[in-house]
């Protein structure tokens, strides 16, 4: 099949899955007051104490809302919910149980997430969450869990007109009401809105089949992302990485008919001058595993192997989105994994832009491989101050950790630390894993300067391939998302499917310590 034919192919695809809009409710801002009617949600602490929107109601119903509660076992922990239907005058009411851990803004994140999904695809045109404290910022936190908890992907789906309630999530708007007023809406609009946008943008890219998106798909949904942005955006191409060497990018690609990118997205917010933060991600937009091919069992979700490349991306526009003070840059190494009389081999060796090479072992172990010439090329243009990269890398870390963290693999206690924090401030969680220079062992080559892999720990040897081409001069975290990047069942904040993990964390990252 000629070139010329699958650019024009590849074109029409693009066409044909153009990104669109989610039927999402609107989110808007009002003074505090309990509603009489319509669909409304409140929230109680566990026990049920005396006071606020829950006492407003029980009394209007003449003590029936404690019965009831009382009757259905409701007692508000944390996680429960109580949903009438047609009571007391209510179309439908929801009560969010707050547990008895005190309000911080994860848990308010929560309680807007469990309220967009327990109802967001209701009939009703209108939505009243009802906060009754007075904690600070509590309106956004709230709004930005009900965005992340609401969306839903569903572009491919047919669906016949009875069943659309059922299919998408419902239209409307979604109404805070807290004592911030409707002022809470600037406030909302111009920063936790842009991070719940970067977030459901890099879930779009996750959930996309291999056939919608490729390297330069990739590249383009980005453009289209950072459109009116103070991003700058600079892609380069095969020959370009030909010229500069890039055998670990180009290895991967070569085998696959659709060629590797790697894109470049920086925002300068910070100080004239001031060296970058650099998030890089692996961009894997379908890993067959390649001559190494992977077992068919759910190969299927191999199309997320992009993860760590869209949530690095995604990352950045938020950042400019939200103009926080900050120079930052993601590099994101776009590559398709597929087998073919092209394609890289077990045995062969490949040599790198830093002049480094490696053996390959197996070429299913691609992402390190990928992200050899993207470390490289970052550090030789942008000098960042650290870098902190991301990829659904091992199932060994999964097999370590479950699906309850991501790894850190990381130089320094002082970044470590940071991310840490980070995690446990957004909700995404991380472990810190060792990373000790006796995996050097493991990776040595009778005719390379490494090898790809082949040793256990798997997790922690691959964490120190990457590292051999980070500077020791630079401070550099590595970042195992498998086991992360996809949920089976949803959360409160994060529907069934992509997660977009790492964007909460790698903003909260620079919330907490550069700006």
């Not at 016949?160 to 805070?176: C, F």
């Not at 911030?180 to 890219?205: E, P």
């Not at 070569?254 to 590797?260: D, F, I, L, N, W």
């Not at 067959?288 to 990352?315: C, E, F, L, R, Y």
């Amino acid at each position: 099949m000629s070139r010329p034919f699958l650019a024009v192919a590849s074109a029409l695809l693009a066409l044909l899955f153009l990104p669109q809009a989610h039927a999402q409710r609107t989110m808007s801002f009002a003074d505090h007051q309990v509603p009489e009617g319509g669909t409304v949600a409140i929230a109680v602490a566990e026990g049920l104490p005396a006071g606020g929107s829950f006492d407003a109601i029980d009394t209007r119903s003449d003590g029936a809302l404690r019965r009831l509660a009382e009757a259905e076992g409701f007692k508000g922990r944390k996680d429960s919910t109580l949903d009438l239907r047609g009571f007391a005058g209510y179309d439908r009411l929801l009560v969010v149980g707050l547990g008895k851990d005190g309000v911080e803004p994860l848990l308010l994140e929560d309680v807007g997430g469990t309220v967009a999904r327990t109802l967001g695809k209701a009939r009703a045109s209108r939505i009243e969450l009802v906060w009754d404290g007075s904690e600070a910022d509590a309106a956004s936190h709230l709004a930005f869990g009900a965005e992340l908890g609401q969306y839903g992907f569903d572009k491919y789906r047919s669906r016949k007109d009875d069943d659309a309630e059922q299919a998408s999530p419902g239209t409307g708007e979604l109404v805070i009401r807290s004592h911030a007023g409707a002022g809470a809406a600037s406030a909302y609009a111009s920063d936790w809105q842009q991070v719940a946008g970067a977030v459901n943008f890099a879930r779009d890219l996750a959930s996309e089949p291999g056939n919608a998106l490729w390297p330069e798909e990739f590249v383009a949904r980005v453009r289209e992302q950072a459109r009116g942005l103070p991003v700058s955006i600079e892609v380069l191409d095969v020959p370009a990485m030909e010229r500069l060497g890039m055998g670990g990018i180009l290895s991967v690609g070569q085998g696959s008919v659709r060629p590797p990118r790697l894109l470049l997205v920086s925002y300068r917010g910070g100080a004239a001058g001031e060296a970058p933060l650099a998030f890089v991600g692996k961009g894997i937009t379908f890993d067959s595993g390649g001559i190494t091919i992977k077992p068919g069992t759910n190969m299927w979700q191999m199309k997320g192997d992009m993860s760590g490349a869209a949530a690095v991306t995604a990352t950045v526009l938020g950042l400019a989105g939200r103009k926080a003070p900050v120079n930052v840059v993601a590099v994101a190494a776009l590559a398709e994994n597929m087998p073919s009389g092209s394609a890289a081999r077990p045995g062969d060796v490949v040599r790198t832009a830093s002049g480094k090479t490696f053996e390959i072992i197996s070429t299913d172990a691609e992402g390190r491989m990928v992200l050899t010439d993207a470390l490289w090329y970052v550090q030789r243009q942008h000098k960042p101050r650290l870098i902190v990269d991301v990829a659904t890398l091992t199932g060994a870390i999964m097999t370590a950790l479950g699906n309850d963290y991501a790894g850190l693999f990381a130089r320094g206690d002082e970044l470590a630390d940071q991310l840490l924090a980070a995690g446990e401030a957004s909700g995404e969680l991380l472990w810190r894993m060792p990373l000790r220079d006796d995996y050097a062992k493991g990776l040595k080559s009778p005719i390379a300067d490494l090898r790809n892999g082949g040793a256990t720990p798997g997790a922690g040897v691959a964490a120190y391939f990457i590292g051999e081409w980070v500077s020791r001069d630079v401070p550099w975290a590595h970042l195992d998302i498998a086991g992360k990047d996809w949920y089976d069942s949803a959360k409160p904040t994060v529907p069934a499917g992509a997660t977009a993990f790492g964007v909460r964390l790698l903003d909260r990252f620079v919330r907490d310590n550069h700006e």
